[in-house]
């Protein structure tokens, strides 16, 4: 007789094979498909996870809401069990598809977080000013000085830069050195999908970035490939570094870190040109969106703006 265990590991492991040959998933993407099915495993023993019908599955996303899980995550692994279960009846494992009616938690998609445009420019005055009062010091001082404005100008430039261009953390602190340097109106950048696009910069933005550039070369990193280059293996400043450094301005700007990210400077970008009356369309092309579905999260900025124009506009709205 075969083992239970026998029974869930050979669906399981060709599942893993299909995922990783067929649909190219990477590393992090089959641990987290392993570590969910693994946990309905355990949960359904000494049952084994392949021959599990509806029933038990509900039980044990119940088990998961018990367990205190957030509905993102119970998602998450309802939808590795439901392409798990869809694997096993398209190859003919089972006759059934007993996932194929269950229903996920209900959840709101969240709004992301915004700074407003005073905060935004409270922000970058302050990493221009810290920029500016760093002291020239002398012999061992002086190096340390040097590494402290380089420090500050990169965080200035990274502000601008975010701010100006809407940028992923993870697009801005990879950028060669020659992304400075190729146009002066604009920056190409690498995306997801290994997909090019053009990045246009405002003047503070430029600005910001050839101050930075003067203390890269005082501190002797001309030479250095990347845009922002670190010692580390990357060969480039990390997005943990950069998000640290604005974590450390926002508390010199009198701004609550945790408002503060990298990621929300990339959604204040988007929010505050709608809000101004940009296009979607070019919102989305300019933040490197595949889909305008995912763009359109930053709309609700837009609410009050559409309600005053209705309320003003309007022929009927006076009556």
């Known amino acids: 007789m075969t083992t239970p265990g026998a029974t869930a590991q050979g669906p399981l492991a060709l599942f893993l094979d299909m995922q990783a040959v067929e649909r190219g998933a990477g590393a992090n993407t089959l641990d987290a498909y392993r570590r969910d099915l693994t946990d309905l495993a355990d949960f359904l023993a000494p049952r084994a996870i392949a021959t599990a019908d509806t029933q038990a599955l509900r039980d044990w996303l119940a088990d998961l809401s018990a367990r205190g899980f957030k509905a993102t995550t119970v998602a998450r692994r309802l939808s590795a069990v439901r392409q798990f279960f869809r694997f096993l009846y398209a190859e003919g494992h089972r006759g059934d598809d007993p996932a194929a009616v269950l229903e996920g938690p209900r959840r709101g998609r969240p709004l992301p977080k915004v700074l407003t445009v005073e905060e935004v420019s409270t922000l970058i005055e302050t990493a221009h000013a810290r920029a500016a009062e760093v002291p020239a010091g002398e012999g061992e001082a002086a190096g340390k000085a040097r590494a402290e404005m380089l420090k500050r100008r990169r965080t200035a430039a990274v502000v601008e830069l975010l ?61 250095s490939r990347w845009l922002f280059p670190s010692s580390g293996e990357s060969g480039y400043v990390t997005r943990q570094q950069a998000a640290r450094d604005l974590k450390e301005l926002a508390l010199a700007a009198g701004l609550d870190p945790a408002k503060l990210s990298p990621h929300v400077l990339r959604h204040a970008f988007a929010s505050h040109l709608l809000a101004h009356g940009a296009d979607l369309r070019v919102v989305q092309t300019l933040l490197g969106h595949a889909d305008v579905s995912t763009t359109q999260i930053y709309t609700h900025v837009l609410d009050e703006r559409l309600k005053s124009m209705v309320r003003d506009l309007h022929p009927l709205a006076d009556e």
């Open 163 to 223: 701010y100006a261009s809407g940028l992923r953390i993870s697009e801005l602190v990879s950028l060669p050195a020659a992304a400075a340097r190729a146009r002066g109106d604009a920056i190409l950048v690498t995306g997801k999908g290994r997909k090019e696009r053009l990045v246009p910069l405002s003047d503070p933005a430029r600005t910001a970035m050839a101050a930075y550039l003067d203390a890269r070369k005082a501190a002797g990193l001309e030479a």
